[in-house]
Structure formats: structure tokens, C-alpha cells
């Protein structure tokens, strides 16, 4: 559902960018309000939601899918963790859908879906096992390291209930937006992917934004 956000960057407490290939990592606070801008358009965000209160809690794409009866993600939809609480709302998304089943890139599954020599290639849990270890003052362990968000990400389900990767749909301006509803530990790669369509074969930097 295409929903426009009345905020205005100007009022922003917060802006950074992300270049692809690089991760991101910050709490975010109940009650802000968290936007993930793609800059030039089909990019992919791989995204971790967890309780600052207790990382153990974090999003689950199964509750998320269950309680909303839906496996896209767009505005209106409440992101879920493991506990059943709500963590998240989508309040704004100007894409219009999200994939949370797709799974993050690996050099594991480069290898296995491209090509053997794909293994060295970056990737998004390489990014964010750099992140955990780079900031242990969030509790985040490898084993924290779960089920995911690609935001901007296209992969629609087939008649057949097949999975298929396909272009973007997201472009230069495009943006989701969430609100926290309890204080969150957000992580995102922002996707260095090269070898599906899922960022159109060039991967793009995204910007951060939150508001209070
Ligand atoms: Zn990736």
C-alpha cells in the first residue's frame, strides 16, 4: 500500500548514509520514527530488528506473516518478534512491498546459486557479522543473527507458491518508513549483492533517517 509520510527531512534528528556494502547499526527509541530512503532506486536493505531491553527478542518473519495473514510487507504492517509483541509499524512506504522471505545474501549462497567463484564475493551476513563484532556493547551474538527484512526487495510468490527474485520495483526517492513501539537495535546491510536483479546488478548507497 503506497502511503506518504508528512515528515519533512528538515526536522530529522538524525541522517546518514549507508554506502552498499557497508552496515548500519543504532538504537532506535520507542515512539521515533525510522526511514529508509533508496537513494538511486533498487537497492536492498537486509534488515535485523531486536529488543534493546534483551536482544533474545527480535523480529520473527513468521509472526509477522501469521498475525497480518500477509507475506509482503507494506504500510500498515506491524513487525513482529519471536514474543508475539509488536516491535514496529510500517507507517509510510512510497515502494509499496517488501520481502521478509527471501533470506539474506551469503557467501555461502553465492556459491551454491552463481558460481564457485562467487564465495569471495561480499555479503550482507558478512556485513553484519563485521557489525556484532565491531559493537559488542549490544549483546549481539552470532547466534542472534536470524530470519530477516529486505527492504526494497522484490520476490513475489507464484501462483504455485514458488519463490521468484525479479527486478525492482523501488526507484531513485523511494522510501519506507517505521515507527518504534518499544526501544529497538537496528541492523542493516546495505545489500553489496551482484549477482541477482534484486539492486539491478549495481548495488547503491540508502540514507538513514529518524525522527523523535
Ligand atoms: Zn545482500
Not at 533508496?38 to 533474545?56: I, K, R
Amino acid at each position: 500500500m503506497i502511503k506518504q509520510s508528512h515528515l519533512s527531512p528538515d526536522n530529522a534528528v538524525f541522517t546518514e548514509q549507508v554506502l552498499a556494502g557497508d552496515y548500519w547499526i543504532k538504537e532506535v527509541k520507542a515512539g521515533q520514527t525510522l526511514r529508509i530512503l533508496d537513494l538511486e532506486g533498487n537497492q536492498a536493505a537486509d534488515t535485523l530488528f531486536y529488543s534493546a531491553a534483551d536482544p533474545v527478542e527480535r523480529y520473527s518473519a513468521i509472526d509477522t506473516i501469521r498475525e497480518q495473514a500477509n507475506a509482503y510487507l507494506t504500510a500498515g504492517t506491524k513487525l513482529m518478534s519471536n514474543f508475539g509483541n509488536t516491535m514496529l509499524e510500517i507507517t509510510a512506504d512510497t515502494c509499496g512491498r517488501h520481502d521478509t522471505l527471501g533470506g539474506a545474501c551469503a557467501t555461502e549462497s553465492n556459491q551454491i546459486r552463481y558460481a564457485l567463484e562467487k564465495k569471495c564475493m561480499h555479503a550482507c551476513r558478512d556485513s553484519w557479522m563485521l557489525a556484532i563484532a565491531e559493537n559488542e556493547q549490544y549483546g549481539i551474538s552470532k547466534r542472534d543473527i536470524t530470519h530477516n527484512i529486505n527492504f526494497f526487495m522484490n520476490v513475489p510468490i507464484t501462483a504455485e507458491g514458488g519463490l521468484s527474485f525479479e527486478d525492482g520495483i523501488s526507484e531513485a526517492g523511494k522510501y519506507v518508513e517505521m515507527k518504534a513501539m518499544m526501544d529497538v537495535i537496528v541492523l542493516i546491510s546495505n545489500c553489496p549483492q551482484l549477482n541477482n536483479p534484486c539492486n539491478a546488478y549495481n548495488p547503491t548507497p540508502v540514507e538513514i533517517l529518524i525522527w523523535d
